[in-house]
């Protein structure tokens, strides 16, 4: 067996419930349809095992099997929303940040280049 990989073992809490939350809506569409674990397990292209893994959420379990699942719910367009740049708020901030520092520097340009009243 492998060892866990420390960006496994130190998830943020949000991150374990999200997938946790994850799993368990996978397992509720497999069930909704009706489907063993050993019959979606093979559809998927995984072990039983794995597929048990990603139902509970397990991070280990690749991103390809989690995107599988979600194709065979017909959910894929789903996964690419997720990293859609207009909902990217640490980027939108900086964007912001950058725009605010650039009219403050074209503010301090236009109050440098206008002549003081004294100085007519």
Not at 19 to 39: C, D, F, I, P
């Amino acid at each position: 067996m492998s060892k866990a990989s420390p960006s496994l073992s130190g998830l943020p809490p949000e991150v374990s419930q999200a997938l946790a939350e994850l799993g368990q809506h996978l397992a509720l569409a497999r069930l909704r349809r009706n489907e063993s674990q050993r019959s979606w397990a093979q559809r998927i292209g995984v072990s039983v095992p794995t597929l048990a893994s990603m139902e509970r959420g397990e991070p280990g379990v690749s991103m390809g099997v989690y995107a599988t699942a979600l194709w065979m719910m017909g959910r894929t367009k789903a996964l690419a929303a997720l990293a859609e740049p207009q909902f990217d708020f640490g980027a939108l901030e900086a964007d912001v940040r950058a725009a605010a520092a650039l009219r403050q520097q074209r503010a301090g340009r236009r109050r440098a280049s206008k002549p003081r009243s004294d100085e007519r």
